[in-house]
């Protein structure tokens, strides 16, 4: 579903290893050391490739206890674009300019529809028809598999069709209002 951040060659794809499972205490401590030494040393390596750690990271770590269960959260960003050849910077950047190009029309149009709901009035057929379809396209810029967050914003985009298509303005209204949250809460996310 729509286009794909190119891969830094074309033998090699973009890194997305994860581990979902039960680990014993010293597995897990032995994955957290082999991270921390490869993070210290400015070289990841995966299944997936080699990259460059830049020498700041982005980090997002989150430690807390709750009704008897400890539970810890952690992401870490940084550029990859430099390991990239020249050609794959190049399809790195065209993409980028068609994600800005498809995140200026959504939000032009999403616009729009907040103004005929604050009038409360229903979006203009051709308008609402230019949100739906940059708000796809723009969901088809991320991963196949849709996290919590774009599935949600998903539902309401569906939701909302629907309600303009039985022309209920107050269900609308309110599937607009749930829809300029998850935006919010994913350009939080993403930025």
Request: hydrophobic share 30%; glycine share 4%; proline share 3%.
């Amino acid at each position: 579903m729509g286009i794909q951040v190119p891969s830094k060659t074309s033998r090699e794809k973009n890194m997305d290893d994860r581990i979902e499972k039960k680990l014993d205490r010293n597995t897990l401590a032995e994955h957290f050391e082999n991270l921390a030494r490869q993070i210290r040393e400015g070289t990841f390596s995966s299944d997936q490739g080699t990259w460059t750690v830049t020498d700041e990271i982005d980090a997002k770590i989150r430690y807390r206890e709750k009704k008897g269960r400890f539970e810890a959260k952690m992401r870490l960003r940084w550029p990859t674009i430099g390991d990239y050849d020249e050609d794959a910077r190049k399809a790195v950047d065209d993409w980028k300019d068609s994600f800005k190009a498809v995140k200026k029309r959504m939000n032009a149009s999403f616009k729009k529809a907040i103004r005929a709901v604050k009038e409360q009035e229903l979006p203009e057929p051709v308008d609402f028809e230019e949100f739906y379809e940059s708000a796809r396209a723009f969901l088809g810029f991320y991963d196949p598999d849709l996290d919590e967050n774009q599935k949600e914003f998903l539902d309401h985009l569906e939701s909302l069709e629907q309600a303009v298509e039985n022309r209920q303005i107050n269900v609308v209204e309110h599937e607009i209002r749930d829809l300029r949250n998850c935006m919010r809460k994913c350009h939080r996310e993403f930025r």
